[in-house]
């Protein structure tokens, strides 16, 4: 694959990331299961990607170390800290959702259309 489409198939969070030596969200611990095991797995994934006491708690999560970063850093390791933190809950959600639209596209029944239904 060339670069252009490379650099095409990823966000700049995900280049970001191998840039500064980090992970990447492609995590291939998939490969490993069963289907129906995969199915369970990504299931679960779609709940945790829909509970919006999770969402709610990683959004005052980063946004209480961004304050913290932004006014009460003392020096740089702080600041470093800080922002491995954040990085971290973004991974933690990005992952979460990568599953949640793997779930969706290969999982999940597709909905049955009632031509007779009233919208």
Same mark, same amino acid.
Request: aromatic letters at 6%; a negative charge; hydrophobic letters at 40%.
């Given at each position: ?15 970001? +990331? ?8 492609? /995590? ?27 969402? +709610?708690?990683?959004? +005052? ?8 970063? /932004? ?7 702080? /600041? ?12 933690? +959600? ?26």
């Amino acid at each position: 694959m060339n670069i252009i489409k490379q650099f095409l198939k990823r966000d700049i969070s995900a280049l970001t +990331r191998e840039q500064l030596k980090g992970i990447d969200l492609d /995590v291939s611990y998939l490969e490993d299961m069963t289907e129906k095991e995969k199915k369970d797995f990504l299931g679960k994934a779609e709940l945790i990607a829909k509970n919006d006491a999770l969402d +709610r708690i990683i959004n +005052r999560l980063i946004k209480s170390q961004i304050d913290f970063t /932004v006014k009460g850093a003392k020096d740089m390791e702080q /600041v470093n800290f800080g922002r491995a933190t954040i990085n971290g809950l973004t991974l933690l +959600r990005e992952e979460i959702n990568r599953l949640s639209a793997l779930y969706n596209d290969e999982i999940k029944p597709a909905e049955e259309f009632d031509k007779y239904d009233i919208l």
